[in-house]
């Protein structure tokens, strides 16, 4: 109806909402983009259009918060093709990773002309809705934090904590490592380095008490001294290939250990906010909750992937599941999911960076050369599902797959209109059969990296239909409508 008060209804919807165990079957009404009432039955006279959600899970739209759009393929293209495959997995807000450098857009420079370029190349691309976070590499980048904070929604800084010493792919001398970081004369990128980074997130969070809490800085964990020795031996070892080397020649304590570091130097820098990036291993959780203990005023959070939880070094995919840090032992996998059932993990992510084929390097179905293959891969499409399919068998209630997936991360990095099925949220929304099963192939993603690590493995949860800002993005496999993604500046308005 013209004059209805909803501009969509979705019925018979089993709604997943944080911080609620109960499962209710409840109607969603849904007006100016926003959850506007929640009831058990709202008539459909009441809506202009209908949705009928089939008694299908219906979870809070999934915030993906950490993503690498643009990392290995232009910006544009890829914030199009790898949106698409968000959205077809439940995914309605992208927080992606960004910095100077090569890759990315391939230049150095101030953010204040390096940002400006990636919102423009950004705009009108993304299916979904989309946010940065930023890495201080330069010196200079410093001194920008606070602008990026208070005037361009950037509160979210990150440290590559190998960066200084090691490749992206594996070893490199300190001149080819200046020249991919775009390095000035002036310019380190060590331990000194990240210590004013976190100083600098520090006195943002005092000078800005209203913003204090979504300030933070992200650390990926690995040590490069430790990294070139185990690099080193495990070449010269026979016994050892593919994924099981890559894991060898990034060991978990080198993850650790980065842990310890990052948290002494967060305390010292006095910094309160700060996020371990994809923990991979035994050690690297049990360093990450020792250090909670050591430092219990520092709010620390601790953050897996997908990818980390449904692969190990036997994938038969091979140099296709290729990442930093490296995809682990069965062993590390099974702690990993101990940890997520009990309540050590704060989010999951996919940590999505497309890498197609060509550009991987890693042979015909991945069986190439492990060292040769570039890091990363996509998989932002299968999120939901992973965390769905396998947590369910292993009794992880569907209220903390919500909190994982969707309100842990939106309120650490001020998506304050995200995470949760409310009035008042954006309606983001994720419908989800339960019962459908179906075996994961690269030719049915919208991504253009044109294989997955997760090929061949059946998954039970399928994502059928997804709601951005209530409007269909993605439903009968396809998606729908044109790219209607916001760049969202954080924090966003909180909900009423």
Partial sequence: ???????????????????????????????????????????????????????????????????????????????????????????????????????????????????????????????????????????????????????????????????????????????????????????????????????????????????????????????????????????????????????????????????WIAAYLANEAACSNVNLLHLSSRKALEAATAMAGVFPHIDFRREITVGHLLLDVDAPTAAFAKVNPPIRPREDVEYLWRAVLDGRVDWIVSDHACCAAEVKGAGPDGQGDIWLAKSGFGGTEYLLAGVFSEGRKRGLPYHRMAELTALNPARRYGLLDKGDIEIGYDADLALLDPDRRFVVRAVDSPSSQGYTPFEGQELTGRVTATFLRGALAWADGAVVGGARGRYVARPSRRPA
Avoid at 199 to 220: K, N, T, Y
Avoid at 232 to 246: E, F, K, N, Q, T
Wanted: glycine share 10%; aromatic share 10%; with cysteine.
């Fill in 1 to 259: 109806m013209a004059d209805a008060p909803f501009e969509l209804v979705i019925k018979n919807a089993r709604v997943v909402r944080p911080g609620r165990p109960d499962v209710e079957r409840l109607d969603l009404g849904i007006r100016d983009g926003r959850f506007a009432r929640i009831a058990a039955d709202i008539p459909v006279s009441d809506a202009r259009a209908v949705h009928d959600a089939g008694g299908q899970l219906a979870f809070p739209g999934v915030v993906d918060a950490h993503t690498h759009v643009g990392i290995y393929g232009p910006l544009a293209e890829d914030a199009a093709t790898e949106s698409r495959a968000a959205v077809s997995g439940g995914v309605t807000t992208m927080v992606t990773y960004f910095r100077t450098g090569q890759y990315y857009l391939n230049r150095g420079g101030a953010y204040a002309d390096f940002f400006p370029e990636v919102l423009r190349q950004s705009q009108g691309r993304y299916h979904c809705d989309y946010a940065y976070h930023l890495a201080p590499i330069a010196g200079a980048h410093i001194d920008e934090m606070e602008a990026l904070a208070t005037r361009h929604g950037v509160p979210s800084f990150k440290i590559f904590m190998f960066y200084g010493g090691y490749g992206l792919h594996g070893q490199a001398g300190q001149d080819a490592q200046r020249q991919f970081l775009k390095l000035g004369p002036e310019d380190t990128y060590d331990l000194a380095h990240f210590e004013f980074i976190l100083r600098a997130a520090g006195r943002i969070q005092r000078a800005h008490p209203a913003l204090a809490e979504h300030v933070s800085v992200s650390l990926h964990c690995e040590i490069a001294d430790i990294l070139n020795a185990y690099t080193r031996i495990v070449g010269r070892d026979r016994s050892l290939s593919g994924l099981r080397a890559y894991s060898a020649a990034r060991p978990p304590h080198a993850e650790g250990l980065a842990v």
